[in-house]
């Protein structure tokens, strides 16, 4: 009987490299740059979408509250601006002037005690205040005059109608621009004469 005897080896058994081989790294940094290029931009316009629907979501609420308190209440109530412009923070509060047939547009809303609510006095009823918009995003208004209906106030009477400083309805609307002012993806705010409010995707210029 032939009996075959294998001579063990005296070298020890070789062990498996943990790290990457220089072709492994060079497939994985390919790879994240691909997905750098390609799935980056989709997050950026992801964000920037969210934030210009939560912004008008936001816009459109005040509008509705405004016109809500004004017939809950009623009296008129308004919505104006904080600043220069409304992307710079807008506030709504319940407007104390008896006044209906106001000689200037800049009358209706007024700050001062003799014809509307003092924003500063701790008795105005100041229930809604939003700050500066976010993002590089411009709300601007596309109707009425700059200092006033749309422009500066949006004044809601007891019936929840938009009125202009006459007490006359009026209708309007407002665009929220995004950062890069692509028109076709900001959008429009319309608010008809009864106050309603309705947003759709798509202006026809910004800021």
Same mark, same amino acid.
């Given at each position: 009987?032939?009996?075959?005897?294998?001579?063990?080896?005296?070298?020890?058994?070789?062990?498996?490299?943990?790290?990457?081989?220089?072709?492994?790294?060079?497939?994985?940094?390919?790879?994240?740059?691909?997905?750098?290029?390609?799935?980056?931009?989709?997050?950026?316009?992801?964000?920037?979408?969210?934030?210009?629907?939560?912004?008008?979501? $936001?816009?459109?609420?005040?509008?509705?509250?405004?016109?809500?308190?004004?017939?809950?209440? #009623?009296?008129?109530?308004?919505?104006?601006?904080?600043?220069?412009?409304?992307?710079?923070?807008?506030?709504?509060?319940? $407007?104390?002037?008896?006044?209906?047939?106001? %000689?200037?547009?800049?009358?209706?809303?007024?700050? $001062?005690?003799?014809? #509307?609510?003092?924003l500063g006095d701790a008795?105005?009823?100041?229930?809604?205040?939003?700050?500066?918009?976010?993002?590089?995003?411009?709300?601007?208004?596309?109707?009425?005059?700059?200092?006033?209906?749309?422009?500066?106030?949006?004044?809601?009477? %007891?019936? #929840?109608?938009?009125? $202009?400083?006459?007490?006359?309805?009026?209708? #309007?609307?407002?665009?929220?621009?995004? %950062?890069?002012?692509?028109?076709?993806?900001?959008?429009?705010?319309?608010?008809?004469?009864?106050?309603?409010?309705?947003?759709?995707?798509g202006t026809t210029q910004?800021?």
């Amino acid at each position: 009987m032939l009996i075959l005897i294998t001579a063990k080896s005296s070298s020890p058994p070789r062990k498996k490299s943990g790290g990457f081989t220089l072709l492994e790294l060079m497939v994985v940094v390919a790879i994240v740059a691909i997905l750098i290029v390609v799935v980056l931009p989709g997050f950026k316009e992801f964000f920037i979408k969210n934030r210009l629907t939560a912004q008008t979501n $936001d816009f459109v609420t005040a509008i509705s509250l405004a016109r809500n308190e004004a017939i809950k209440r #009623g009296r008129p109530v308004c919505l104006v601006r904080t600043n220069t412009n409304w992307e710079m923070g807008y506030r709504i509060f319940v $407007d104390k002037s008896k006044l209906t047939n106001l %000689s200037a547009d800049t009358d209706a809303c007024k700050t $001062d005690s003799a014809t #509307g609510c003092a924003l500063g006095d701790a008795s105005c009823e100041i229930f809604v205040q939003n700050q500066e918009l976010t993002g590089g995003n411009t709300l601007r208004t596309g109707s009425g005059t700059s200092s006033g209906s749309y422009g500066l106030w949006l004044r809601f009477n %007891s019936m #929840g109608v938009v009125v $202009d400083r006459k007490n006359a309805g009026i209708n #309007g609307d407002y665009r929220l621009c995004r %950062s890069d002012k692509i028109i076709s993806k900001s959008n429009l705010i319309k608010i008809s004469v009864t106050g309603f409010p309705i947003s759709t995707v798509g202006t026809t210029q910004c800021p």
